[in-house]
């Protein structure tokens, strides 16, 4: 049997834009502060949870909403292993710099504009009509599929280990939240807060930078007190400053006797930090101009010093290079310094070799005296999964039949919920050469290229389920 893949997603292309326009219309960050009973990571994600399963209950599909931390839309009856799909419905905040509102999709020149639409409700949104086609067309299967969706991805993946504690999860299957051909290999993620004496104030008052553990902070920002220095001598020093570093913007502003010093980057996923442009460690070196004591000096010429464009770790004592993960990255997202506290969280992947105990040791060593760095969050162990693997060649397999592109499957420094899988990988949505628009503003979806990428999915779905 010939089925015409492209030819079913487009007869459904309306109803998709449309469902995804009502899913991405959510503010689905997580939100704890507040979490009620009922919406344990706060109303958000328990909203676009339960909107993704309405849509499978619409279309005639067994659905389960676990706690509203998780779902399933799941369709076959055998008693075999299920393949699973899992995607998830929570987003990272909108974060500075957006064109229009990230919360009112905006279609204009074949692009969807919104937050979540590649990072991943427009994915997740493609496997489940992946799957609403093979339900469709009646096409027989010998095997069940579960699109497990879950609420808090972009943090500490507490609705899906729920999930795990209250569920079977199938071994094998895919996330469609990364990059075609395949990802059959992520590298390790470990958070570390690096913690500081707390601070003899003088100059700086605070200091502030990221919001999220895996963004790439995009502004940072320092109160000065005024009346230390001049504000026309700091305002010709960032001037001077902003002269020397042209990628970076910045400002002065200031209330009574205190300035506030703006330095403007880039933001981007912390799997590629060199794809950002670190507000927070640009701003630290600017800081290092100013007459700084030596407890502020000890904070913030680290930042300068061992932070700043090191995106190896070779200054944490930490780089490591893996012929086929590749090499580590660290990426210094989150600053909190006042008259209370300093600290700076980084968030490292790593490749095979190390683990987040031998990182601590090597991190901890590489430290000034006086500053220790700890494991905050969870540390997720390398992932990888061969080529060779019979998942692996029907997903790259179906990829090939609708692109014609001979591209290999690779590793990444992201984190998906395919690492969740003994055998599972992460698979598209997004295409060779695309350019990565996660995290940042302006995140955005080409509509033929989501359209093309249901194709891939329904055909891969169902050479793994038939």
């Given at each position: 049997?010939?089925?015409d893949?492209?030819?079913?997603?487009?007869?459904?292309s309306?109803?998709?834009?449309?469902d995804?326009?009502?899913?991405?219309?959510?503010?689905?960050?997580r939100?704890?502060?507040?979490?009620?009973?009922?919406f344990p990571l706060?109303?958000?994600?328990?909203k676009?949870?339960?909107?993704f399963?309405h849509?499978?209950?619409?279309?005639?599909?067994?659905?389960?909403?676990?706690?509203?931390?998780a779902g399933r839309i799941e369709?076959g009856?055998?008693?075999?292993e299920?393949?699973a799909?899992?995607g998830?419905?929570?987003?990272?905040p909108?974060g500075p710099?957006?064109?229009?509102?990230p919360?009112e999709p905006?279609?204009?020149?074949?692009?969807f504009?919104?937050r979540?639409?590649?990072?991943?409700k427009?994915?997740?949104?493609?496997?489940?009509?992946a799957m609403k086609?093979?339900?469709?067309?009646?096409?027989?299967?010998s095997?069940?599929?579960q699109?497990?969706?879950?609420?808090d991805?972009?943090?500490?993946?507490?609705?899906?280990?729920?999930?795990?504690?209250?569920?079977?999860?199938?071994?094998?299957g895919?996330?469609?939240?990364?990059e075609?051909?395949a990802i059959?290999?992520?590298?390790?993620?470990v958070?570390?807060?690096v913690?500081?004496?707390?601070p003899?104030?003088?100059l700086?008052k605070?200091?502030t930078?990221?919001?999220?553990?895996?963004?790439v902070?995009?502004?940072?920002?320092?109160?000065?007190?005024?009346?230390?220095?001049?504000?026309e001598e700091?305002?010709t020093?960032l001037?001077d400053f902003?002269g020397?570093?042209?990628?970076i913007k910045?400002?002065?502003?200031?209330k009574?006797?205190?300035?506030?010093?703006?330095?403007?980057?880039k933001?981007?996923?912390?799997?590629?930090?060199?794809?950002?442009?670190n507000?927070?460690?640009?701003?630290?070196?600017f800081?290092?101009?100013l007459?700084?004591?030596d407890s502020e000096?000890?904070?913030?010429?680290?930042?300068?010093d061992?932070?700043h464009?090191?995106?190896a770790?070779?200054?944490?004592?930490?780089?490591?290079?893996?012929?086929?993960?590749?090499?580590?990255t660290v990426?210094?997202n989150?600053?909190?310094?006042?008259?209370?506290?300093?600290?700076?969280?980084l968030?490292?992947r790593?490749?095979?070799g190390?683990?987040?105990d031998?990182?601590?040791?090597?991190?901890?060593?590489n430290?000034?005296?006086g500053?220790s760095a700890i494991?905050e969050g969870?540390n997720q162990?390398p992932?990888?999964v061969?080529?060779d693997?019979?998942l692996?060649?029907?997903?790259v397999?179906a990829?090939r039949?609708?692109?014609?592109d001979?591209t290999?499957?690779?590793?990444?420094?992201?984190?998906?919920?395919?690492?969740?899988?003994?055998?599972?990988?992460?698979f598209?949505?997004m295409?060779?050469?695309d350019?990565?628009?996660m995290?940042?503003p302006?995140e955005?979806i080409?509509i033929?290229k989501?359209?093309?990428?249901?194709?891939?999915?329904?055909?891969?779905?169902?050479?793994?389920?038939k």
């Open positions: 049997m010939s089925i893949w492209e030819k079913e997603v487009s007869h459904r309306d109803e998709l834009i449309n995804l326009s009502e899913l991405v219309s959510i503010d689905s960050s939100d704890i502060e507040n979490k009620t009973s009922d706060g109303p958000g994600p328990a676009a949870l339960q909107t399963l849509f499978a209950e619409r279309d005639g599909f067994a659905t389960k909403n676990v706690d509203n931390l369709f009856n055998t008693e075999d299920p393949i799909i899992l998830h419905v929570d987003v990272v909108e710099g957006w064109n229009t509102n919360f905006v279609i204009k020149d074949g692009n504009y919104a979540g639409a590649s990072d991943d427009g994915p997740s949104l493609a496997s489940y009509y086609i093979i339900k469709e067309l009646k096409l027989p299967t095997k069940k599929v699109l497990i969706l879950g609420t991805e972009e943090s500490e993946w507490v609705g899906i280990n729920h999930y795990m504690e209250k569920e079977t999860m199938p071994e094998t895919f996330s469609p939240d990364a075609f051909p059959n290999g992520e590298k390790g993620i958070s570390f807060r913690n500081f004496p707390t003899k104030i003088n700086v605070k200091f930078a990221g919001i999220r553990p895996n963004m902070p995009q502004n940072a920002e320092a109160e000065i007190d005024l009346e230390k220095i001049n504000l700091l305002k020093k001037n902003l020397e570093h042209s990628k910045g400002n002065v502003t200031n009574e006797t205190i300035a506030t010093v703006q330095i403007i980057g933001g981007a996923h912390a799997m590629e930090p060199f794809n950002g442009i507000a927070a460690t640009y701003l630290a070196k800081l290092m101009t007459p700084l004591n000096k000890l904070y913030f010429s680290f930042i300068a061992s932070l464009l090191d995106f770790g070779k200054n944490l004592g930490i780089s490591n290079k893996d012929e086929v993960m590749g090499e580590l990426s210094p989150i600053y909190e310094y006042d008259q209370d506290q300093a600290n700076i969280l968030n490292i790593y490749p095979k190390d683990t987040g031998t990182l601590t040791d090597k991190v901890n060593q430290l000034p005296t500053v494991i969870h162990l992932h990888f061969s080529a693997d019979p692996v060649k029907a997903l397999g990829y039949d609708h692109t014609d001979p290999e499957p690779f590793t990444v420094g992201g984190g998906t919920y395919g690492r969740i899988l003994k055998n599972g990988i992460a598209g949505a295409f060779p050469g350019e990565n628009v995290h940042q302006n955005y080409n033929d989501l359209l093309k990428a249901t194709a891939i999915y329904a055909d891969a779905i169902y050479r793994l389920i």
